[in-house]
Antibody
């Protein structure tokens, strides 16, 4: 069974940076696309960034394009999200999610999430 | 981007009654080459991450009770709970994964007990 554990969240001031990590286990990490999904408290789901199995097919939500960078280390079974120039509106729970396929696909496993709070 | 719109935003149903949630996409998510609709449904309970219920518009995940069913094709889809149980209280989201990355979710439908 797939397990995903996020880390790296916390309180950060506007304009600063934060790096989230997701440790994956229980499946062949390098065979699947991976995603970061965020959810502001009491709000809906937004796919922030996605990467294909080999890191070559990457996409971002318009709201984070140019500020966030998704990456993966298949040797370490890990997914990352580098978040720069953070804004108050980036405050949310950030979930790591496993794709169902090497590229496109639905999200069949989710981590418990890590909370990012951007505030002065 | 494909916009997903759910209706209603919230819904109150009596225990044992049918609950129906609709999802409409701004363009078709049907891929003719494999005859599949790239549409999934998720359930999110308070304090928990979303859980996949249905993929390919109508394929129930292992372990999901058979009172949950998905239907529809092209741009219009429905999640039906045939007989509402107390544990079904949650927010439900549809998602298209036809146009990706990144894919998009509906705004969510909050399901409560009447």
């Amino acid at each position: 069974e797939a397990q995903l554990v996020e880390s790296g969240g916390g309180l950060v001031q506007p304009g600063r940076s934060l790096r989230l990590s997701c440790a994956a286990s229980g499946f062949t990490f390098h065979d699947y696309a991976m995603h970061w999904v965020r959810q502001a408290p009491g709000k809906g789901l937004e796919v922030v960034a996605s990467t294909s199995w080999n890191g070559e097919g990457i996409g971002y939500a318009d709201s984070v394009k140019g500020r966030f960078t998704i990456s993966r280390d298949n040797g370490q079974n890990s997914l990352y999200l580098q978040m720069n120039s953070l804004r108050v509106e980036d405050t949310a729970f950030y979930y790591c999610a496993k794709g169902s396929a090497y590229s496109k696909g639905y999200f069949d496993s989710w981590g418990q999430g890590t909370l990012v709070t951007v505030s002065s | 981007d494909i916009v997903m719109t759910q209706s209603p935003d919230s819904l109150a149903v009596s225990l044992g009654e049918r609950a129906t949630i609709n999802c409409k996409s701004s363009q078709s998510v049907f891929y003719s080459s494999n005859n599949k609709n790239y549409l999934a449904w998720y359930q999110q309970k308070p304090g928990q991450p979303p859980k996949l219920l249905i993929s390919w518009a109508s394929t129930r995940e292992a372990g999901v009770p058979d009172r949950f069913s998905g239907s529809g094709s092209g741009t219009d889809f429905t999640l039906t709970i045939s007989s509402l149980q107390a544990e079904d209280v949650a927010v439900y989201f549809c998602q298209q994964y036809y146009s990706a990355p990144p894919c998009t979710f509906g705004q969510g439908t909050k399901l409560e007990i009447k």
